[in-house]
Nanobody, 124 residues
Framework: QVQLVESGGGLVQAGDSLRLSCAAS????????MGWFRQAPGKEREFVAA????????YYADFVKGRFTISRDKAKDTVYLQMNSLKPEDTAVYYC?????????????????WGQGTQVTVSS
C-alpha cells in the first residue's frame, strides 16, 4: 500500500504562483509513476500532469503547458507541481496519484493510489 498526502494549496490571486507537494509513504520502493489531476465543482476529474518513474519523461495537459511544471525527488518520495501564472479557471481540488509502473499515464483509471486532495482557489 502507498499513502499519498498533498499539501501547498491555498487562496491566491490571478498571476500568482503555488507549489503543490505530494509525499508518498508506505510501500514506495519500486517503480511508481505519478500524476496530478484536478476537479472543479460540477466537473469531472481531469488530467493535469504526469511524470514517469525516473523523472525523465513528463507530460502536461494543454491548458497548463508553459505554466505548470511537474518534478519529483525520489530520495524524499515526493512529487511537486509548480504552478505559475495561475488563472481563476485553475480553481479546483488538486489530487496526486500513483501507480506501480515505469511509464507515465494521463488516464485516471491507470492510477490505483490517490491522495485526499488540496484546494487551490485563484481569485480574479
Amino acid at each position: 500500500q502507498v499513502q499519498l498526502v498533498e499539501s501547498g494549496g491555498g487562496l491566491v490571486q490571478a498571476g500568482d504562483s503555488l507549489r503543490l507537494s505530494c509525499a508518498a509513504s508506505g510501500r514506495t520502493f519500486g517503480a511508481y509513476a505519478m500524476g496530478w489531476f484536478r476537479q472543479a465543482p460540477g466537473k469531472e476529474r481531469e488530467f493535469v500532469a504526469a511524470i514517469n518513474w525516473s523523472g525523465s519523461s513528463k507530460y502536461y495537459a494543454d491548458f497548463v503547458k508553459g505554466r505548470f511544471t511537474i518534478s519529483r525527488d525520489k530520495a524524499k518520495d515526493t512529487v511537486y507541481l509548480q504552478m505559475n501564472s495561475l488563472k481563476p479557471e485553475d480553481t479546483a481540488v488538486y489530487y496526486c496519484a500513483a501507480e506501480n509502473r515505469f511509464s507515465l499515464s494521463t488516464t485516471r483509471g491507470d492510477y490505483g493510489y490517490w491522495g485526499q486532495g488540496t484546494q487551490v482557489t485563484v481569485s480574479s
